[in-house]
Nanobody, 115 residues
Framework: QVQLTESGGGLVQAGGSLRLSCEATRSRFSIAAMGWYRQAPGKQRELVATIRTRDDTTFYGGPVKGRFTISRDSAKNTVFLQMNTLKPEDTAVYYC????????WGQGTQVTVSS
């Protein structure tokens, strides 16, 4: 059972930046990918960004391309999401995931962007 610990959410004004972190612990198997999804009220959960651990290939959801950057610290099984030029529509609960390949989810961290 993989445990995911998220941090870094909060309230920020439009145009500002936030950095999310997610550490994976207690994994008995290699983690193939880690990343972030988000879910806004009344909407489906959507991909934000994922990074594949074997070659650091990254995948981004359309709305965040060019503004968000995912990176990782392989030694600490931690991924980071640098979010720049935030918009009110980025407001959501952000969920970290880790794939072994069973997918595990974090508890979520709230990001609120005020206009």
């Amino acid at each position: 059972q993989v445990q995911l610990t998220e941090s870094g959410g909060g309230l920020v004004q439009a145009g500002g930046s936030l950095r999310l972190s997610c550490e994976a612990t207690r994994s008995r198997f290699s983690i193939a990918a880690m990343g972030w999804y988000r879910q806004a009220p009344g909407k489906q959960r959507e991909l934000v960004a994922t990074i594949r651990t074997r070659d650091d290939t990254t995948f981004y959801g359309g709305p965040v391309k060019g503004r968000f950057t995912i990176s990782r610290d392989s030694a600490k099984n931690t991924v980071f999401l640098q979010m720049n030029t935030l918009k009110p529509e980025d407001t959501a609960v952000y969920y970290c995931h880790a794939d072994t390949p069973t997918r595990y989810w974090g508890q979520g961290t709230q990001v609120t962007v005020s206009s």
